[in-house]
């Protein structure tokens, strides 16, 4: 995508006004989360209406399904429905291409989409195997946190949530699950960052706690919003150290899996990561990289790096492949999966340029020898990267495909 899907979603604002063993294990092999600077979707032509189409828009997920949208976006941004349709690639259009949609379906889920009625009722739109699709009570829960959201306004404190002692709960069981595998698999900058934010293990933190812990650390800060939030204010929100956070947990009936990032991805995943100075230069090398490029498929690069590293960056630490990336981190099912990947060396033009699966376990990773390679490698690619660097790079990755 060229702006990443928004899934029905307004920005919650820019900046913060803070600055200054369970039942059900995770589902094997599929993703147990989806994160918001994600690009999701292809152009593609449809077999029945023909590419692009009048009304209707017609997209691929990387996992191959088709996704036709039977709506257009709305004034506040919203897609009602959506199905699956046969689908063939568009042969005069690049595979790297991407286009902004919103999208409520079943194959590949993002962020649920959330929308305004005429009479300013919030809904979020789950899918139908999202655990929670037939618990009205969870529906309300999840459409009152984004209603907090919607409202939020810049120079505003972001929204405190009055979490409930189960979602407490939720918290607390996925904390010590994760805390065990982290001891194992996570490579020790992480678990030392870790431990300097000491985040809460017994109760969901609120941003603003969040906020509070990070700065002094990394000068980070978080920020609410109800979903997705479009791919250039999002890399523009990390150049400012700001970090865009949903705020709901997943369903209680599956603590270890969710079908979309909740509250335990954005802060157990990326807080802890961004509480190293190290990981956090990068990331915002990242974002500051956003505001040079001027065409989507140089963005769309960076973010793709970006997945392969900050979302599921795997280093050596003695011999053995640790985990730093928070997509792995605060994946239950991931994290006893990733070392038997196809772990293949730092490879810039490769990492922007391969396809990949969202909602599945990541076949292929990059491992960095060293904090130093990946500030080398990576680090150097975000703060030095424009238009030209990243098409020759693209140019580069197509002519050895």
Not at 284 to 313: C, K, N, Y
Request: glycine share 8%.
């Amino acid at each position: 995508m060229s702006n990443r899907p928004t899934a029905g979603c307004r920005r919650a604002g820019r900046g913060c006004a803070e600055r200054g063993a369970p039942d059900r294990p995770s589902r094997p092999g599929q993703r147990d989360f989806l994160h918001s600077s994600h690009p999701a979707v292809k152009w593609l032509e449809c077999k029945k209406c023909g590419f692009g189409g009048q009304v209707d828009q017609c997209f691929r997920m990387p996992g191959g399904a088709m996704v036709r949208a039977l709506t257009t976006a709305s004034g506040n941004g919203s897609i009602r429905t959506a199905s699956v349709e046969p689908w063939r690639e568009r042969p005069d259009r690049p595979s790297t291409m991407r286009k902004e949609a919103m999208t409520v379906f079943e194959e590949g889920q993002l962020y649920s989409a959330v929308t305004t009625d005429a009479d300013g009722q919030v809904q979020v739109h789950l899918g139908e195997d999202h655990p929670g699709f037939t618990d009205p009570v969870y529906r309300a829960r999840r459409a009152d946190i984004a209603s907090a959201s919607l409202a939020h306004r810049p120079g505003q404190p972001v929204p405190t949530i009055d979490y409930t002692d189960e979602e407490h709960g939720v918290w607390a069981l996925v904390s010590a699950e994760l805390a065990a595998k982290h001891e194992r698999y996570a490579h020790p900058e992480y678990l030392e960052a870790k431990a300097a934010l000491a985040l809460p293990t017994d109760h969901v933190p609120q941003l603003h706690e969040v906020t509070q812990a990070l700065m002094p650390l990394t000068g980070w800060c978080y920020t609410a919003a109800p979903g997705l939030v479009p791919l250039r204010e999002f890399y523009a929100d990390l150049g400012r150290r700001t970090f865009n956070s949903t705020q709901y947990l997943r369903h209680p009936s599956e603590p270890l899996y969710t079908p979309e990032p909740d509250i335990i991805h954005e802060v157990i995943g990326h807080a802890n990561q961004l509480a190293s100075p190290r990981f956090a230069a990068i990331a915002q090398a990242a974002g500051e990289a956003s505001e040079r490029l001027e065409t989507e498929d140089a963005l769309q690069f960076v973010a793709d790096v970006f997945w392969f590293t900050i979302e599921f960056g795997v280093m050596n630490d003695g011999g053995v492949t640790k985990a730093y990336g928070a997509g792995i981190l605060s994946s239950y099912g991931e994290l006893d999966e990733f070392s038997h990947m196809d772990i293949r060396p730092l490879d810039i033009p490769t990492m922007g340029t391969l396809n990949y699966d969202i909602t599945a376990y990541q076949p292929v990773l990059f491992e960095a020898q060293s904090m130093d390679q990946l500030e080398g490698v990576v680090g150097t690619f975000f703060e030095t990267v424009d238009d030209d660097l990243a098409a020759r790079m693209r140019a580069e990755a197509h002519a050895h495909a």
